[in-house]
Structure formats: C-alpha cells, structure tokens
C-alpha cells in the first residue's frame, strides 16, 4: 500500500516538476557550481562522475561533496547539496519522503530496480538442500548458530537504522533464528570475505545492483513473495497474527533527488538531469569498472561517457 | 616523600572494615527492594522524560533562528581555507593560476624541515610528502593537508587565549574547566550532528568540528603551563618593570614553553584523529577515501591512506616540536637580505623553476599514474590469509570467552537494579570524598535513566568494564617489563604511538573477520586503543621511583619481585591509578567507533542519530559517555590523592 502511494506521489511531483523545468528552460544556468553528492560505494560514485563530467563538458561548474547517505538528505532539503543520482527505496524512503517534506526535490526514478533482502553464498546450496527456500534455510539454523546465537542461527543484519523488520519477520514465520545487526556496510562485506574464504556458512543482508555480485558467487533467499497487504493485513500470508510474513519486494525502485535551487538556477542542467535514466546492466557495467577492472571512478565514468554516446546525448536533448 | 612510609605500610592507609561491611549491607537491601518494588528495579518507560526531543527541537529553533549568523561564521571561516586550498590543489581557474606543482611541495616541506630541524627533519618532511605523490594519494593529501593547516593554528590560538584568560580569572577557569571536561570526554562524532544543524556541510563544519575536539588540550596545557611557571621567574620579571602584557608573552609563555609544546602536539593529533570521522559529513580528502576504500574491501588500500593520515601527523608533530626548541640564530648585522633570507629565497626559486618546468613537463604538475606504487595488494593477501588460516586457533578462544565471561557478564549488567548501579559509585564517591563526591554518580546516572538511556549505558559499562580489566591486565605487566629493559621501552613506545595515530577504522576489519560483529569484536577494537595509557603510565611511574628508595630497598636484602611488589608499584600506584584512568577514557572514545561493528551502547545511539539529524539522541548519548568519563575521572581522582597523602607525596 505504502509503495503505490509513494508511486503517485511521486509522479505527481515528477509532473509539477517538468512544468517548473518547461517554464524556466530558457534562462541561463549559473556559473557556481552544481554540488554533486557523492557516497561510499562503487555505482554511485561512477554514476556521479559520469553526469558530472557530461555537465562539465557542457559547460557547467560542477563539485563533488562527500556525505553519509542518511546525512546527506538533511543537506539536500537546505540547499548545502544539489543532487543526488541513486536514492535506494529500501534503506533510504524515509529520510528521502522527510527531505521532500524539507523542501528538497524527486528528480524522478530510473529504470534500474533494486532489491534487498537475506543472500547467500553459492556454496551453502550443497550443506543445505532446498537453497533458495526459505524454509529449506530454517531447517538449516543449526550450521549457522554461533557462540553468541545459541542455538539459533545467525543472521548478520544490516544497521539497525535502515528501517527493516527482519526481527518481525523472523517472529512473524516462526524462524530459528537471531537476527545481529551490523554498523556499517563494510562490517557486511568483511563477514563476508571471511566467511566465504573459509567456506563457512553464512546468511547476510545484501542489495542488487551491489559490486558483491562481481567478486562472490550467490544469491537472494526466496521469502513468501511481497505483496503490499503482507504489511498492513496480519491476515494475509502464512501467520494469520503477524505482518511481515513475507520477502521485501524484489523490485524497489531507484530514484534521483535534488535540491530546491537546483532547477531555479540551474533550469538547463536541472531539465538533463530529469532525463536521466539508467539501467541496471548499465549500472552494473559501470561499477565493474572499478571493482573488477580497478580503474579509478573517475576514469571509469569517462570510459562509460566514451561507451554509451547514444544513451547520454538523448538525455541531452 | 619519605621511603619508610612506603615499605611499611600504615594501619590507616586500609579502608575500615566497618565502611566496607555498610556499603555491602546497603546494596544487598536495594536488591531485595528491587524484587519486591519494580519502580526500584528497571524505571518504567512511561516515567521517561522526552529530554532528547527537547533537545532536537532545540536545536532545530535555534539553527533556525542562528542561521545568518552561523553561516557568516562558516563564511569567514572557509576563506583562509579557500587561500590554502587554492595553493595546495586547486589553483585559480579564474586567473588561469595553477596550484603549487608536486616537486615545489615535496622540495618546499624538505626545505622547511631543514630551515627548522637541518638535515635528519628535512629528509624526513621530504620523503614522507614523496610518499604522498609516489602512492597516488597527492590530490587527496592535499585535501587533508589544508583543513589540518587551517584548523592547527585556529585551535592552538583560541586554546591558548582561553588558556589565558583561564589564568587570569578564577571564574573563568572554573567554568572554561567543566566545559573542557565534557568536551574532551564526548567522542568526536557527536560532535557531528550539531555541527551539521548549525553550520551544514563539507570542509568548514568539519573543521569546526575538529576545533571543538582539538582546542581543550590546548587551552588545558597553556592553563598548566603558566600556573607552574616558578614564582621567581614571574618575581624577576615583576622586577624588572614588566606591563602585565610583557611579563606574559616575554616571561610566563617562554617559561612555560615545554608545556605549551605538548599542547600544541595534542592539536596536531586530535586534527589528523578526525581526518576519518570528519569526512561523515562531507569533508573530501584521505579520510573520505579511506572510508571508500574499507567499504569495498580494500584494506591494502586503506592502509596506505591511513599511513599517509599517519605520516602527515608524524611530520607535523617533528616540525613544531623542532621550530619550538630551535634556537634563534644571531645574524650579523650588515648582511644582505638574500643572505638572511635564503631559505625564503630558495624557495622562491623552487616554486618559480618547478612552475615554469610544469608548463613543459605536464608529469611535473600532476604526478602520473604510471608511476605510482602501491602495496595494497599483499596485505589484502595478509589479512586474508591470517582470517583464513588462524581462524581454526581463534575460535575456540572467541567461543569460550564468550560463553564463560561476557555474555554472563552482560545479562548481570542488564539485570542489576538501577538503584545499586547509581548507589556504587556514590558510595565509593562518599568514601573517597565526601558527599559532593556522592553525588556526581547520582545526579549524571540519574538523569541519564531519567532521559530513557538505561539499557545503551549499561551495554556501554559493561564494554567499558571488561575492555579495561583486560586493559589493566595486559598493560601493566607490559609497562613493568619496559621500565626494566630500555629496548623492551623502545619497541612498546614505537607500537603504541603507531596505535594511537592510524587510523582505528581500518583495524576494526581484520577484527571482524576473525572474531565476527559481537561483543567480543568491540572489546578487542577498544583494547587496542586503551591499552596504551595503561603501559605508558605503568613504566613512567616505575621510572620515576627515587632511585635512593630503589637502593634501600635492595640494601635491605629484597629481591626483585619483593622490591617490585612492595616498593615500586605502591609508589608508582597514584601514577597507574592515573593509567587506567585514561584507559577507561580511550576505551570510552572508542565506544562511539565500536557502532560501526555493531553494537547496542551508546556509541550505537550516537550513530545512530547521525542521518537523522537527530540532534537529542545524538548529544545525550555523547553526554552519557562523557558522564561515565567524568565519574570515573573524579573517583579515580579522589582514589590517588588519598592514596599519595598516605605515601606523603601529596
């Protein structure tokens, strides 16, 4: 329910917004410079370089700013920051909804969709058959339990910040297992690398497009699929006392956002950017760049720039 | 200072029996009264005050209402930083003005280093900027390098002239003293969300954030430094006609210059400390990519970036301690400018060639790519292989302390009753001190249960606890071993020093990889860092036992293990007591970086209220640390004087 809500809010504010942008397209952009967010992981920092060296050709001041991505979206709704390219449904819909609220601005979605949920590595398919099944993997909570779980399996979540209900959703389908919030991101990732280079089972919390699919072999664990009244209706799924007695949707989307000034005094700019629409293959392709390749994000954009002439110069009509 | 006193040990110095006997029976009546009323065992969530949304509202007015003139202030202060930008890796694209090429930097800081130091600092400056260029870190280097040379002097002199007004009045210091306290003892990412309320984003709310972090030290030191100027000196100075003004920057200043000195490497520190942790909101530079690269795994790289943080503080640190004790150099008059100046000169004629040279040879403005290094990838191989291939031998040894001492350790901690945590340290406070001693513990743990953090602070003490009886259980014998072989010293010096300035973010990964994201986790990141005072304290307080007293002791036929036990350590105690109440301080600091493994004490609350600018949640939690800080300082405190006055040493 809250995501079709969502949905036709946003296209309300996408289309106030392209009237905004068609009134104000023939004023001049400014020369100070568009102040770009940029975050800590591999897509969007390439994604950013990219828009931010097709404006620079096009003759726009541009600057990277480095920001948490909760922190961030108190920058945008005050004017310190302009743009950001990927806004992720799952972790950030509430800091986004409370920056529009603040005065920031949907720059609309992409075509790209994101999807976070519990993953797995490949190997574990052999230690516990029935992989991706959720069920098959609460028969298997005995390989996962730890010194500190019990009896429990472990499941190594994401920051307790991110608004899920893995906990609820443990309770909700009566699984055997113990939910361990992480901090940060990086403390996945080390779990991770740990795990799989011991061939060590392990459930964790994990995202698409991610650079995790081009250096570890796995995949989403397969929940009773989504459905908006699993949140809402207790009802509805397996547990006729609980909400969330089901799987996140496998289809979150990705969106941009920016800052009020950013049409006002950037209305050329402002009108490409609206325009912007990546894929996920597209944004898969960037990232690996980078994670697999090696090159720096900077030099990883100009290479897409080189790549994909025909994708950026419709944005640019 | 008698030595007597120390080996015969009189009935006083033990706590009375009767003391002890009342403090027990208190306790023990709390817990029954726990049991049977339940407002005395957990305090009810309806009974919470809404403090923290007071504060958030606060803040939020005021940002409001402030903004012209916090703005004005970030205005101000980002132009010096724009002028060192400019030079240091931006230019003036306006003008057509390129910044300061690689070679001018790496030549200019040798130069420098050996203007200020002669050769051995100039090699040093020399080869640690080279390191910068050489391992593709120069943009981002210069990034760091200009907050850190911004930020330096700003808090060495508004710490220094709070210092001295701190002297001058008796108020101001009372009051400058509390502040300082809370400051110093609120971890600096708490220092955050209110930073970024008030003065938005990027370099300059970063650099403001530092300031907060980096001035108490100094203004603490410039406080010391002049109140231990000997009374002569000032007498002399009195004497020979000095204004007020004079007698303080010819006579009380230069007096206390050693002191200032240690101020002045605590600010160099502190900034390169939140390099790292300022980059949360915005500040671009080492820190920023540091943070990239943990997130992608790279720990190699994130190595190199966290020496060259290193580095920058090790250079900084060398240079003014050598410009402070370098003696002013007679210059005969009559000579000519060129000579007197040479150095200035020099380096003109560096930034002049190496700038025209630039034009020619684009590799001598930005350093190529093809020919930096790197030796990320063998210790990416490192950390894996040693996650791999020791995790067999650690496992046992993570499972067993976690079944058999911290996980009962906790759900004691979760299970006590508020009134006997609150009562314990006021009971001690009381023994120690008196009643205002008693309550402190009352009045800060009690507001803080008030304010609806019980559960994150007694998750935090019971980290905070164990991290520092296994602090006190390494460090000491460590400390004792140093003070007895100078090459043991050496070797513990050089490792805590490289401890306390690399960047501890990057530890936490092979942490995690060994022993998992839990408790365990948390209480060896912490230990890493709050070992160090525990050591270096230990040795100090045993190299400073009279050598007479060590002599009689030996005289008097005692060996080694007896003069240790019953001479040197019960000398040296106030000094460990002041050890391991640092300890407890560093292992409090890292509280806050612990929420980045996972955890659930107050750290995890400070981080927590980060993306939400949640400034309430955020600022509370920090208090809550600098609380048990304060509390442990005070009781610590008392602890030492009473035990000094019992050597005679007080």
């Known amino acids: 329910m809250r995501a079709v809500t969502r949905f036709v809010k946003s296209g309300v504010v996408g289309a106030a917004m392209l009237a905004a942008g068609?009134?104000?397209?023939?004023?001049?952009?400014?020369?100070?410079?568009?102040?770009?967010?940029?975050?800590?992981?591999?897509?969007?920092?390439?994604?950013?370089?990219?828009?931010?060296?097709?404006?620079?050709?096009?003759?726009?001041?541009?600057?990277?700013?480095?920001?948490?991505?909760?922190?961030?979206?108190?920058?945008?709704?005050?004017?310190?920051?302009?743009?950001?390219?990927?806004?992720?449904?799952?972790?950030?819909?509430?800091?986004?909804?409370?920056?529009?609220?603040?005065?920031?601005?949907?720059?609309?979605?992409?075509?790209?969709?994101?999807?976070?949920?519990?993953?797995?590595?490949?190997?574990?398919?052999?230690?516990?058959?029935?992989?991706?099944?959720?069920?098959?993997?609460?028969?298997?909570?005995?390989?996962?339990?730890?010194?500190?779980?019990?009896?429990?399996?472990?499941?190594?979540?994401?920051?307790?910040?991110?608004?899920?209900?893995?906990?609820?959703?443990?309770?909700?389908?009566?699984?055997?297992?113990?939910?361990?919030?992480?901090?940060?991101?990086?403390?996945?990732?080390?779990?991770?690398?740990?795990?799989?280079?011991?061939?060590?089972?392990?459930?964790?919390?994990?995202?698409?497009?991610?650079?995790?699919?081009?250096?570890?072999?796995?995949?989403?664990?397969?929940?009773?699929?989504?459905?908006?009244?699993?949140?809402?209706?207790?009802?509805?799924?397996?547990?006729?006392?609980?909400?969330?007695?089901?799987?996140?949707?496998?289809?979150?989307?990705?969106?941009?956002?920016?800052?009020?000034?950013?049409?006002?005094?950037?209305?050329?700019?402002?009108a490409f950017l609206k325009k912007v629409n990546f894929t996920n293959p597209q944004i898969a392709a960037a990232a690996a760049m980078v994670d697999v390749d090696g090159m720096t994000p900077e030099d990883a954009a100009k290479k897409w720039i080189a790549d994909n002439e025909a994708v950026w110069k419709a944005w640019l009509q | 200072m008698t030595s007597s006193a120390a080996v015969v040990r009189p009935a006083a110095a033990r706590a009375p029996p009767l003391d002890l006997i009342a403090m027990v029976a208190v306790l023990a009546a709390l817990l029954v009264l726990a049991q049977l009323v339940p407002v005395f065992d957990k305090w009810p969530e309806a009974l919470v005050i809404p403090v923290r949304g007071w504060v958030t509202d606060f803040f939020a007015w005021f940002a409001q209402t402030a903004k012209p003139v916090t703005r004005a202030i970030a205005w101000l202060l980002a132009q010096p930083l724009a002028l060192v930008e400019a030079l240091l890796y931006r230019g003036i694209p306006a003008w057509k003005w390129p910044p300061l090429p690689w070679p001018a930097i790496v030549l200019g800081a040798a130069l420098l280093g050996h203007w200020i130091g002669g050769r051995p600092l100039a090699l040093l400056c020399g080869l640690a900027s080279f390191y910068l260029a050489l391992f593709g870190l120069w943009p981002d280097a210069m990034q760091t390098l200009a907050i850190v040379l911004v930020t330096v002097p700003l808090a060495a002199i508004s710490g220094l002239l709070l210092g001295i007004w701190a002297t001058r009045s008796r108020r101001a210091e009372r009051v400058l003293n509390v502040i300082f306290d809370v400051m110093q003892a609120t971890p600096h990412m708490a220092y955050l969300g209110p930073v970024v309320i008030l003065f938005g984003f990027g370099q300059v709310p970063a650099m403001l954030a530092t300031l907060g972090f980096a001035l108490p030290p100094m203004a603490r030191c410039t406080i010391l430094g002049i109140?231990?100027?000997?009374?002569?000196?000032?007498?002399?100075?009195?004497?020979?006609?000095?204004?007020?003004?004079?007698?303080?920057?010819?006579?009380?200043?230069?007096?206390?210059?050693?002191?200032?000195?240690?101020?002045?490497?605590?600010?160099?520190?502190?900034?390169?400390?939140?390099?790292?942790?300022?980059?949360?909101?915005?500040?671009?530079?080492?820190?920023?990519?540091?943070?990239?690269?943990?997130?992608?795994?790279?720990?190699?790289?994130?190595?190199?970036?966290?020496?060259?943080?290193?580095?920058?503080?090790?250079?900084?640190?060398?240079?003014?301690?050598?410009?402070?004790?370098?003696?002013?150099?007679?210059?005969?008059?009559?000579?000519?400018?060129?000579?007197?100046?040479?150095?200035?000169?020099?380096?003109?004629?560096?930034?002049?060639?190496?700038?025209?040279?630039?034009?020619?040879?684009?590799?001598?403005?930005?350093?190529?790519?093809?020919?930096?290094?790197?030796?990320?990838?063998?210790?990416?191989?490192?950390?894996?292989?040693?996650?791999?291939?020791?995790?067999?031998?650690?496992?046992?040894?993570?499972?067993?302390?976690?079944?058999?001492?911290?996980?009962?350790?906790?759900?004691?901690?979760?299970?006590?009753?508020?009134?006997?945590?609150?009562?314990?340290?006021?009971?001690?406070?009381?023994?120690?001190?008196?009643?205002?001693?008693?309550?402190?513990?009352?009045?800060?743990?009690?507001?803080?249960?008030?304010?609806?953090?019980?559960?994150?602070?007694?998750?935090t003490l019971y980290l905070v606890t164990s991290t520092t009886v296994l602090c006190v259980i390494i460090g000491i014998p460590l400390g004792i071993w140093a003070a007895r072989r100078p090459l043991a010293a050496r070797i513990i010096n050089t490792v805590c020093d490289t401890l306390q300035t690399f960047p501890s973010f990057i530890y936490l990964i092979p942490v995690i990889m060994l022993f998992q994201t839990s408790d365990?986790?948390?209480?060896?990141?912490?230990?890493?860092?709050?070992?160090?005072?525990?050591?270096?304290?230990?040795?100090?307080?045993?190299?400073?036992?009279?050598?007479?007293?060590?002599?009689?002791?030996?005289?008097?036929?005692?060996?080694?293990?007896?003069?240790?036990?019953?001479?040197?350590?019960?000398?040296?105690?106030?000094?460990?007591?002041?050890?391991?109440?640092?300890?407890?301080?560093?292992?409090?600091?890292?509280?806050?970086?612990?929420?980045?493994?996972?955890?659930?004490?107050?750290?995890?609350?400070?981080?927590?209220?980060?993306?939400?600018?949640?400034?309430g949640r955020g600022l509370l939690a920090g208090l809550g640390i600098a609380f048990i800080g304060i509390i442990a300082d005070r009781l610590i405190g008392a602890w030492a004087q009473k035990r000094k006055k019992e050597l005679g040493m007080g």
């Open chain 2, 520 to 615: 365990l986790s948390n209480v060896i990141a912490m230990l890493a860092y709050a070992t160090v005072p525990a050591i270096r304290f230990t040795y100090l307080g045993l190299l400073r036992v009279p050598q007479a007293t060590v002599e009689a002791a030996t005289a008097a036929g005692a060996t080694a293990a007896q003069r240790l036990r019953k001479v040197e350590l019960p000398i040296a105690f106030p000094e460990i007591l002041l050890g391991i109440n640092q300890t407890i301080m560093m292992a409090l600091a890292m509280v806050a970086i612990t929420a980045l493994i996972g955890s659930r004490d107050l750290g995890q609350e400070i981080y927590k209220a980060l993306p939400g600018a949640d400034t």
């Open chain 2, 227 to 459: 109140r231990t100027v000997p009374r002569d000196v000032i007498e002399a100075g009195h004497m020979a006609g000095c204004t007020p003004l004079q007698l303080l920057w010819k006579v009380e200043l230069p007096a206390a210059e050693r002191t200032l000195l240690l101020g002045l490497n605590q600010v160099v520190m502190q900034t390169l400390a939140m390099a790292v942790i300022a980059s949360l909101v915005g500040a671009s530079g080492l820190g920023q990519k540091l943070l990239f690269s943990l997130q992608q795994l790279q720990i190699g790289k994130a190595v190199e970036q966290g020496v060259a943080i290193t580095l920058i503080a090790i250079v900084l640190d060398r240079m003014t301690q050598a410009f402070m004790r370098r003696n002013p150099q007679r210059i005969a008059p009559g000579t000519p400018w060129v000579r007197r100046h040479r150095y200035l000169v020099a380096f003109g004629v560096l930034v002049v060639v190496t700038i025209a040279a630039a034009r020619m040879f684009p590799a001598l403005a930005i350093y190529p790519k093809e020919l930096t290094l790197s030796y990320g990838g063998p210790i990416n191989d490192a950390v894996r292989w040693i996650s791999r291939n020791l995790f067999p031998y650690v496992k046992p040894i993570r499972d067993s302390i976690t079944i058999w001492l911290l996980l009962p350790l906790r759900d004691f901690y979760l299970f006590l009753p508020w009134p006997v945590v609150i009562g314990i340290p006021a009971m001690i406070g009381w023994h120690f001190g008196g009643w205002r001693l008693a309550l402190l513990p009352v009045g800060l743990l009690g507001f803080l249960m008030l304010a609806g953090f019980w559960t994150p602070l007694m998750l």
């Open chain 1, 22 to 270: 068609a009134t104000g397209a023939s004023a001049q952009d400014s020369s100070d410079p568009i102040r770009i967010i940029t975050n800590n992981w591999t897509s969007q920092l390439v994604l950013s370089n990219v828009l931010g060296q097709i404006l620079q050709a096009q003759g726009t001041n541009v600057e990277y700013k480095s920001s948490d991505t909760q922190l961030q979206y108190t920058a945008l709704a005050g004017g310190d920051m302009d743009f950001q390219v990927e806004v992720w449904e799952g972790s950030q819909a509430e800091a986004f909804e409370k920056a529009l609220a603040g005065g920031a601005v949907d720059y609309g979605a992409h075509e790209a969709v994101t999807r976070e949920d519990w993953w797995y590595p490949k190997y574990m398919n052999e230690m516990c058959p029935g992989l991706p099944d959720w069920k098959a993997l609460d028969a298997c909570a005995g390989k996962l339990a730890t010194a500190e779980t019990g009896s429990k399996g472990r499941f190594v979540g994401p920051p307790a910040d991110w608004g899920k209900h893995y906990s609820e959703r443990i309770q909700a389908l009566k699984m055997n297992f113990q939910e361990v919030p992480v901090g940060q991101a990086a403390t996945l990732w080390a779990e991770l690398q740990a795990a799989y280079d011991r061939k060590e089972p392990i459930v964790l919390f994990n995202w698409t497009p991610n650079f995790i699919e081009a250096k570890f072999d796995g995949q989403f664990v397969e929940f009773p699929v989504y459905e908006p009244a699993c949140l809402s209706d207790p009802k509805w799924g397996s547990n006729p006392d609980a909400v969330y007695d089901c799987g996140a949707p496998a289809k979150g989307y990705l969106k941009k956002a920016g800052s009020k000034q950013l049409g006002e005094k950037w209305p050329k700019a402002a």
